[in-house]
């Protein structure tokens, strides 16, 4: 487990508009939000993927960049890209399960043609421009979690009140 006010993994991924995402070389102002997803097979993934697209011009004024990430190969992600309402969100794919695992993810076994052999479950990380995690949710199942209404306003608060991450002792 990744504790706050700690490095977090480093991390460098392909996405899906056929560029790099790299985790050190984002310059937010306040936070890098990764969005680790289950992968196209995930119906909750694209409801929630879909509510957070809609969502990123208000994380932007937050002076925070998103990225979604997940284990998918680069032809379930690219498909995810082109069916699910999400035209401006980064995509990264390809995360390695013991990638994955460095972040504390859960990971969890396919019961389902249409899943994946193997695939992290979510999670959402608040990163600093220090690469310091701030502040995560994981989950082990596809329910339960944050929402973006909820995230930002913690943002908002964090900023006004330089609000310190907890949780690292």
Not at 52 to 80: N, P, Q
């Amino acid at each position: 487990m990744i504790k706050p006010k700690t490095e977090v993994p480093k991390i460098e991924l392909p996405l899906i508009n056929d560029t790099r995402w790299n985790l050190a070389t984002q310059n937010s102002d306040t936070f890098t939000v990764l969005v680790f997803y289950r992968g196209l097979h995930c119906p909750i993934c694209k409801n929630y993927l879909e509510d957070l697209a809609k969502k990123l011009e208000d994380f932007t004024d937050r002076g925070a960049h998103v990225v979604a990430i997940s284990s998918d190969t680069e032809e379930r992600a690219k498909k995810a890209g082109e069916e699910w309402d999400v035209p401006e969100l980064p995509i990264a794919y390809g995360l390695p399960i013991e990638e994955a695992r460095n972040w504390g993810l859960f990971v969890s076994e396919g019961i389902k043609d249409s899943e994946p052999d193997t695939f992290s479950e979510p999670g959402v990380f608040l990163v600093r421009p220090d690469n310091t995690l701030y502040a995560s949710a994981i989950q082990t199942m596809p329910f339960a979690r944050p929402n973006w209404k909820d995230i930002l306003n913690a943002i908002d608060y964090i900023e006004k009140n330089d609000y310190p991450a907890r949780g690292g002792e």
